[in-house]
C-alpha cells in the first residue's frame, strides 16, 4: 500500500519556525515531484510549494517565499518542509502530495492525510 505520512505539525507562537516531514512507503519517489498544499478552515486547499524530482527545482506560493524552504531526502523517501517567521495565516491543515508529472494539485498521484500547523498570535 502506498502511504505518504506527515509528522510534525503542532502549535507555534507566531514569529516563530516548525519543521515537517512526510515521509513515503510503499513506493521510491525518487521519480516525483513532491509538494506541499495547505487547507485554512475555511478555505480552500491552496498551493504552498513543490520540489521537482528532476534537477531539485524549488517553486513556492509568494505568501510563502523567504520563510519556507522544501528539501526532500530520496534515500529516505522523505519531504521536509522547513517553516520560519510564521504567521497566524500560516495555520492551516498541511498536506503533502506527490506526482509524476506536473506540480499543481491536480497532477498530484498521492496524498498523506495532512498535519495540523496552528500559529497563535
Known amino acids: 500500500q502506498v502511504q505518504l505520512v506527515e509528522f510534525g505539525g503542532g502549535l507555534v507562537q507566531a514569529g516563530g519556525s516548525l519543521s515537517l516531514s512526510c515521509v513515503g512507503s510503499?513506493?521510491?519517489?525518487?521519480?516525483?515531484?513532491m509538494a506541499w498544499f495547505r487547507q485554512a478552515p475555511g478555505k480552500e486547499r491552496e498551493f504552498v510549494g513543490v520540489?521537482?524530482?528532476?534537477?531539485?527545482?524549488?517553486y513556492y506560493t509568494d505568501s510563502v517565499k523567504g520563510r519556507f524552504t522544501i528539501s526532500r531526502d530520496n534515500v529516505k523517501n522523505t519531504l521536509y518542509l522547513q517553516m520560519n517567521s510564521l504567521k497566524p495565516e500560516d495555520t492551516a491543515v498541511y498536506y503533502c502530495?506527490?506526482?509524476?508529472?506536473?506540480?499543481?494539485?491536480?497532477?498530484?498521484?498521492?496524498w498523506g492525510r495532512g498535519t495540523l500547523v496552528t500559529v497563535s498570535s
Open positions: 520540489i521537482t524530482w528532476i534537477d531539485g527545482g524549488t
Open positions: 502530495a506527490a506526482g509524476a508529472a506536473g506540480v499543481d494539485s491536480r497532477a498530484m498521484d498521492y
Open positions: 510503499g513506493r521510491t519517489f525518487s521519480r516525483y515531484n
